[in-house]
Nanobody
Framework: QVQLVESGGGLVQPGGSLRLSCAASRTDVSFYTLGWYRQAPGKERELVAAIASGGSTDYADSVKGRFTISRDNANSTLFLQMNSLKPEDTAVYYC????????????WGQGIQVTVSS
């Protein structure tokens, strides 16, 4: 069973930074698109950023210029560098693996809380 485990969340003041990590096991992530999603209270889960197997990236408009997604295939790890954090970035963040044929997420991490507050 594929496992995705997030780390690096927590409480940060507005304008601060956090770096999320997602360690994958029992899968060779180099063949897959990987993504970060988030879900705020009372809202639907949304895509934050994605990175394809070839390294191309895609970002939600709300995080462009502030967040950077990257991957380390050798260590099966996905990262999300979050800078200039805003209170509206507060959410549970999930990493995900995308099934290549359907384009749908086939595995989710358990999620990690990010809270931006003074």
């Amino acid at each position: 069973q594929v496992q995705l485990v997030e780390s690096g969340g927590g409480l940060v003041q507005p304008g601060g930074s956090l770096r999320l990590s997602c360690a994958a096991s029992r899968t060779d992530v180099s063949f897959y698109t990987l993504g970060w999603y988030r879900q705020a209270p009372g809202k639907e889960r949304e895509l934050v950023a994605a990175i394809a197997s070839g390294g191309s990236t895609d970002y939600a408009d709300s995080v462009k210029g502030r967040f950077t997604i990257s991957r380390d295939n050798a260590n099966s790890t996905l990262f999300l560098q979050m800078n200039s954090l805003k209170p509206e970035d507060t959410a549970v963040y999930y990493c995900a693996r995308v099934e290549p044929d359907s384009g749908r997420v086939d595995y989710w991490g358990q999620g990690i809380q990010v809270t931006v507050s003074s």
